[in-house]
Structures are given as C-alpha cells and as structure tokens.
C-alpha cells in the first residue's frame, strides 16, 4: 500500500443500521474493536453508527512516510453523510451537530497504549447549538472543553498538565472543588482558558473546520502506533510469549457517533467483564460513573460505584445490561471485557472484547463454560495461554497490597512468584540467616554455581545484572523461586552490605519484596496469598493429557524436586544436573580434594568419598520418580567453578583441607580459561579425567541395584553432555558399558539394568553429524540454552546488555533464550532428528533447555517430532497444557 493507494481497494467499513460492511471479517483488516463493533450491531444490539479506518490504511500510512492514502478522505466523507442521514444529524452543524469519537484498535488489544479523541466536530458554534438542541448548556461546554484538552494532548502534544492548571484556577473561582460542580458559567470561562492554552503551545487557534479535526485526529491514532509505550507493550507482550502481536502491521481507527453520558444525573458511563476477571466467577465485575464520560472512569478522576448498585439508580438499564452480558457471552462463548454509555436513560455499548484475565480465573471460567455447554473440552484446552497457569502454582501479592506498594525500580521477571525478605549480600550470609529462621532476598551482582547454597535457602533472588536464562533465572524457575534479573539501576555494595536504588540506600536490616511476574522491585514488606489449586485446575490437565503427544519430562536434582514434578504430573526427568549434588557443606570438601589432587591416586581417593552422595542422591530420585525415567548427565561444568575466587573463602577451604592457601590459588590461575563456556567441561573433563564418569556411572548403577533389590522400578538413562564429534561418544559410551559391567560384577548383580546411554546435542557440529552421532547413542537430548548460545553466538549470561534494543529494533522477534529461535537453531534441532532416526528409526529424542516449558518452543517440538520435553518442576503443568494445545492445532 502507498500513498497512491487504488480507489478499489477499501479503506472504510460502516457499521449502523444503513448497513454493516464488517460484520465476519477479518480481525487483521478491521481490529478487534472495529470487528466486534460490527459483530454486535449485526446481532442487535444498541451500538453508536459509525466506520471503521482499516489497519492496512495504518501500514500505508508508514510506508508512505506518515501520509493518509490518496482517496482516504473522500471514503471518509462518503461514510460520515451515511452516518449523519442515519441519525438526521450533520458533521459540523452549528444548530444540532454530529459528534464523533475516534479511537484505536489493533488485532491484538492494546488496553490504554493507543490514543482516543472524544467529541470531536465541536467548534464554538455548534457548541452553542449543542447547548440549545439538548437544553443542556453545561453538558454542551463540558464537551467542549473535553475536546479542546484531549485533541491538544493527543493531536497537538500539549501537556495535560497545562489545562488541569487552568481548570483549577475556575474551580477556585467558583468555589468548588469537583469536576461536577462547576456551573455552566465556568465551564463556557473554561473552554476560553483551555483555547488560550492551546494558542499558546501550538501558536494558533483552535481548529474549527470539524473535517480538519477528524484528519488530524486520524493521523494522530496512525501515529499513536508507534509512539513508545505502544512500542514497549508489544515488546513486553512478545516477551510473555504473545508472539500473535509480532505480526501486526497496524492499527485501524473507529470513527463512532457519540453518545453522551455526561448529560445529567440520568446518564452515566462504565466498564466492565462479564465474569470475574480475578476469580473466574460468573458474576457481572464492572465499575459506572453517574453523569461522566469514558475517560473519567478510566482516569480514575472520580471515585465509580461497583455494577451492582447501578439495578438502584436505573433499574430498566441495568437489566438490559444483564441481559447483554448473556447475549455477548452466547455469541462470543467467551468473557467479554465491555464498556458502555447510559444517555438520559438509554443504554449503548461502545465496545467489547474478550476480557483479560489472570491464569485462575482462566481455568475457573474455561471449565464453567464446558459445563454451561458453550465450549467443547477441546475449546477448554485452547483457551486457556498455558503460561498463564503459573499464576495458579506460585504465591502472589495481594491485589489490595500491590496496588498500595512502593516500587524503587523494575528488572527482568525471570521467574515469577512474590518474595518478601531481608538482604543478604553472600551465599554463606542467606544461608546462615535462613537457618537462624530468617527470609532473606539474596542480593548479587550475578549468581554462579557457587551460590546455591544460598540460593536455595533464600526466598528470592536479585541479580543487577544477567538475563532472563542466566544462572539465577535458570535456577531459581526449576526451584519455583521468586527472582528479579538484570535490575541495573540497583547499586550494591557488598562490602558495605547495602544497596542503593534511585539515592535510596537499604541495608541488611531492611525488608523488599519482589515481584517476580512483573519484575518489579519493592520497598518493605507486601502481603502475600497463597495459591489455591482448584478441582478446575486437575480437570483442564486431565482434558489436556488426553489430546496431547509429546510426553513431558522435569529437570530435576534431587529427591525433593522430582516428588514435586511428579506431583505436578512429569512422566519422568529429562535432565538431572549431577554438578548441583556437589555444593552442599559436608560434599564439596571432596570435589574441592579431588581438583587440587596431583594424581589420579589422589582424584580417585577423593572421589570415592563423594561416590555415597552421589548414590543415596540417585537412589531417592529413582524412588520419587516410581519407575519414570531419569535421564542424569554427568559432570558438565569446568572445574574452576568449584573452586573459590575470594582470599577469605581460599584460606578458609586450605584450612579445611590442610593445604597452603597459595596451592589453591595456583590451582584455581591454572583452571582458569579465558572461554570457559567453550573450554574444557562436559565429555572433555571424562575424556581428560575417566575416573569421574567412572564414580559417577558406578553411583548409578548401584544405586538402581539397590532399588531393584527393594522392588523399586529404577529407569535410568545416562547423558554423555557436549559431544561435538561421534567419536567422543564412541569412546565415552564404552567406558561407561564397562563400568555398569563391572559395578554389577562387583555388586555380584546378575538382574536385568535396562540402561540407555545418550547424549545432549548442544553443538551445532553435533546437528550436523547427527548420523554419525546416533551410532554410538540409544537417545538425543537437546540442551537448547547452550545451543542456542553457540548459534548466535551470543552468551546467555551477557545478552541483557543489548538484547532489549535487538527487541526493540525488531532484529530478533523474541529473546532466543525465553522462546526457541525456530528459523535457525530449530533448523539445527530438526536437522539433527532426522540424520539421528535416518540411522536409528526409534532414537528417543528430546530437549531438555528452559524452551521446555514456552509454549511457542513446545509446538514446534511438536511438529518437528520430538518425544518429550523437559523443563523445571513448576512448569510440568505449563508443558502438559501447551502440548495439548500444539497438538490440537496440529
């Protein structure tokens, strides 16, 4: 589309009694609002005429360098003399004028990102006219003035701040103190204080050409597209996996006749869902205005009355309400979200949409409406946005409380939840605050392997730097623990044991809570609720788990955490990280002797101590998982990991192991790689150290030894991580077949161990020689978070620093590390599943990255043929639903 836009190509739908050009259309083409604008006056109800400016017209208008279409006016003017024969009113007339609202309305809605203009035609004169054709004239200046603010602010870029100014000076003139109080008489001084603010910050007169209005009021909501809190909305909500508003190309605009709900005590304005958007509930949720308009509802000017009190003030209007709540739920067999103008008695609805609403409320309202008979179980499933169950598995503050809550700054939500504690600055600290019986919220620059300790005692977790998959969010979402990443404009002073947020210092004393679904930092302490797991919750997972393929797995350590993915219903693990059993006090003495050890004497008389931990740790999972497999990878991390950095922890560690602090020190200079990501770590460290895969193997198998002599069902599946090439998966796996041989020599075991050997693809070279690879393996296993890593070549941990303004600049749609970049790194995934079963047709393939619990990455495993996915405890419910639904659609 250009500026020279074809007269044959429309660019304008009515909707009225005359006609209903929308009815059945495209959502693309006309909006929801303008769709559903259409949608209700086909079925009858009381709509306000008017038409519909498509979003093609919006693309055009960019495209040709913010220039309405050639014929775009003429359309225009052809569908306002249908509206004015349609209600014997004429645009701009100076006895009774036609009276306009314009208003945005993209396919995806955008609630409050876009700009509206109420009132427009209005100029002096018709605004005398206005005042004699209603007898009304402090309806008609109120009007006025309504317009000459909201055309200044949205049209002309005046600040609203401006007119609020002059407003005050005639409520002190008057001597009153509400917006309703003001006689006539002041409003008509108002509106010539507003068209004095006005001149004054645009150098002329307010405009009294009503066409010229309406021009300038449609290119001002073309260009309220890109205006920036429309852009950060579509970037937030892209991030949230919405990856529906990616694709849009614009905005339409509805021009829509006015009706007035300011006329007096018998007109009125509201909003509201026909159902709970908090609770699901069937009941009318809404809020009305008595003698108002739209925006002072929205605006939160005025104090509004709930709904229900409105059967008290016009009974007749609010049981039409009632019975339009029915209509609309009947035809669109969904919650509506609605808003709605009571003129002198006579209700009209100004739009509707599907309501938004929490994940509770979401399930409550999806299997209601099963029961109602106005969904099928299958609809059920595709209603509900599977991210949104985290709502109903994490605590969250109360409504009342978050709303009255001091925010000090926003960071990154990488794992939801709410958390309320004090600060602690150090691992050691959390810990042994937490075990004095104290919540605390660890406060780190960035996490590592080494905080786990306190990240597991601690009940939130703020990095200033990171992103949304680095070594907190990854940790603290498979732990369904509350963290706030890469908030940067927190300043800490560890030494100091303070942070500073905004010139405002808090200290190992104070109290924040934070909120991990919104990434907002808080000060003090905000009142939590738990979540309530309903009967409707287990029936949406009963009906998903009957339609999906895809089995679904959990990345699991320990006993704890895999009863908890069972709980939430995993059908076994797909990722147990053995490097997380090293960590704890009475463990990483061992592994810390094992890495200063000179020889393999040395390394294998530490690893022998560490070998009871590793077993009694695997034999508990296999009994928590009851006969599910459990895929466990060896030791993937390099090993300066274990070792610590700081002087004090290095003196601490040599006084414990009797050794010189210099000898750790040189050591830990001698790990130390310039690219640890890439340097040596996951099947390097057993090829260069095979005693480790030894213990490790040998924990394994005695530990399904033991199980199988307690008639427990052990499934374990054994992952040889970052292979590159075949022929370390051939050495590799002969190592491991014979140490399982000689563990059950020794064990003097002669029962069948059904034992899979594997490996993770997290190599683009392992894609692609995917076929050579599957010689040596029973199993793939996708480990996306470090594939995806290699194929941008972006570091995961790093990527915060300008992966917002990649966003932004539509470079990359989504982070790759949230939602699998399908085009490219999926390329390389469904490369490596069809060279594996080009070799081995059965190959059990999987993917075990953080893309196993997004839903957009969970449809494409989907389609490309996966077995299972695999993603932490608390997202199992997510992944159930989300195969469900990519089935469905499939």
Excluded at 132 to 140: I, L, M, P, Q, S
Excluded at 840 to 862: T, Y
Excluded at 864 to 887: E, K, M, N, T
Aim: hydrophobic share 40%.
């Amino acid at each position: 589309m250009t500026a020279t836009m074809a007269k044959k190509d429309k660019m304008v739908y009515y909707f009225g009694k005359t006609k209903t050009e929308g009815k059945g259309g495209s959502k693309a083409i006309l909006g929801g609002k303008g769709l559903n604008l259409a949608e209700m006056t086909s079925i009858g109800l009381p709509v306000p005429p008017g038409f519909t400016i498509t979003t093609e017209v919006c693309d055009g208008y960019y495209k040709a360098g913010k220039k309405l279409p050639k014929g775009l006016m003429d359309e225009i003017q052809d569908a306002v003399k249908i509206l004015e024969k349609e209600l014997g009113k004429n645009f701009g007339d100076n006895e009774n004028p036609l009276l306009v609202s314009v208003r945005s309305g993209a396919a995806v809605s955008m609630p409050g990102m876009m700009n509206t203009i109420l009132n427009l035609g209005l100029n002096d004169e018709a605004t005398e006219g206005l005042a004699k054709a209603t007898k009304n004239e402090r309806f008609a200046y109120d009007a006025y003035r309504r317009l000459i603010n909201m055309y200044g602010d949205v049209v002309m870029g005046l600040h609203h701040e401006q007119f609020e100014a002059a407003f005050d000076k005639v409520k002190k003139k008057h001597n009153v103190t509400e917006d309703t109080e003001v006689p006539a008489e002041g409003l008509r001084e108002l509106c010539e204080a507003y068209k004095a603010v006005y001149k004054k910050g645009t150098g002329e007169d307010f405009p009294q050409d009503p066409i010229k209005q309406l021009q300038l009021a449609i290119e001002a909501v073309f260009g309220s597209w890109n205006a920036d809190r429309a852009i950060s909305y579509r970037r937030i909500e892209s991030a949230k996996g919405n990856t529906e508003i990616n694709n849009l190309i614009g905005t339409a605009v509805n021009v829509q006749a006015m009706v007035y709900g300011n006329m007096g005590d018998d007109s009125g304005t509201g909003v509201g869902f026909t159902r709970d958007p908090n609770t699901g509930q069937n009941k009318f949720y809404g809020e009305f205005l008595i003698n108002a308009q739209g925006e002072d509802v929205v605006a939160g000017i005025r104090t509004p009355q709930p709904v229900a009190q409105m059967a008290k003030w016009d009974k007749a209007a609010h049981k039409e309400l009632m019975e339009i709540k029915k209509k609309l739920e009947d035809h669109y067999t969904d919650m509506q979200d609605i808003e709605f103008t009571i003129e002198r008695g006579k209700l009209f609805m100004l739009q509707t949409r599907n309501g938004k609403r929490n994940g509770i409320a979401a399930v409550k309202i999806a299997c209601d409406m099963v029961k109602e008979g106005l969904i099928t179980e299958k609809e059920a499933v595709l209603r509900v946005p599977a991210s949104d169950l985290t709502h109903c598995l994490l605590p969250s503050f109360k409504p009342t409380a978050r709303n009255a809550a001091d925010v000090l700054c926003r960071g990154l939500n990488a794992s939801p939840g709410a958390a309320v504690g004090k600060l602690a600055f150090t691992a050691p600290e959390a810990r042994e605050r937490f075990e004095a019986g104290e919540d605390v919220i660890l406060v780190r620059r960035e996490t590592s392997p080494e905080d786990v300790e306190g990240m597991s005692a601690a009940v939130g977790i703020l990095t200033s730097t990171g992103g949304a998959t680095s070594h907190a969010a990854v940790v603290a979402r498979g732990w369904g623990k509350c963290c706030v990443a890469g908030a940067s404009e927190v300043e800490i002073n560890e030494k100091g044991k303070t942070i500073t947020v905004g010139g405002r210092k808090f200290t190992a004393k104070d109290t924040i809570s934070l909120d991990g679904t919104t990434g907002e930092v808080m000060a003090g302490e905000v009142e939590t609720q738990e979540p309530k797991l309903s009967g409707d919750f287990a029936k949406l997972m009963e009906w998903a788990d009957q339609y999906r393929r895809l089995s679904i797995r959990t990345n699991a350590d320990s006993p704890a955490d895999s009863k908890r993915a069972r709980d939430f219903g995993a059908e076994g693990i797909g990722l147990c990280r053995t490097e997380h059993m090293f960590f704890e006090a009475d463990r990483i003495i061992h592994m810390r002797a094992m890495i200063l050890a000179e020889d393999e004497d040395a390394r294998r008389a530490a690893l022998k101590k560490l070998l009871p931990f590793q077993r009694k740790d695997f034999e508990g999972i296999f009994k928590a998982m009851k006969g599910c497999p459990v895929t466990i990878r060896l030791l993937d991390p390099p090993l300066h990991e274990f070792l610590p950095h700081e002087a004090a922890a290095q003196k601490q560690m040599a006084e414990e192991l009797g050794v010189k602090p210099a000898e750790i020190k040189k050591r830990g200079e001698a790990l130390h790689e310039s690219n640890p990501m890439l340097g040596h770590r996951g099947c390097r460290l057993s090829v260069t150290y095979p005693e480790i895969l030894e213990m490790q193997v040998q924990a394994i198998v005695e530990a399904a030894i033991s199980c199988a002599k307690k008639k427990i069902d052990a499934q374990p599946e054994i992952m040889i991580p970052l292979v590159g090439t075949a022929a370390e998966l051939r050495i590799l796996r002969e190592k491991v077949e014979e140490t399982i041989e000689a563990t059950k020599t020794a064990k003097k075991f002669e029962g069948e161990l059904n034992i899979l050997i594997g490996t993770m693809i997290e190599i683009p070279r392992a894609c692609l020689t995917a076929d050579e690879v599957a010689e040596y393996a029973d199993f793939f296993s996708f480990g996306t978070n470090d594939l995806t890593q290699m194929t941008f070549g972006y570091s995961r941990d790093d990527v915060g620093g300008f992966l917002p303004d990649y966003i932004e600049a539509k470079i990359v749609p989504v982070d790759p590390f949230q939602s699998l970049d399908t085009s490219g790194v999926g390329q390389l995934v469904e490369m490596g599943v069809t060279k594996g079963r080009s070799i081995k047709k059965k190959l059990k393939v999987g993917i075990c990255g953080e893309h196993g619990g997004d839903p957009a990455s969970i449809e494409f495993c989907n389609s490309v043929g996966l077995d299972y996915v695999s993603c932490s405890p608390f997202r199992v419910p997510i992944a159930r639903l989300a195969a469900a639904q990519a089935a469905l659609k499939a």
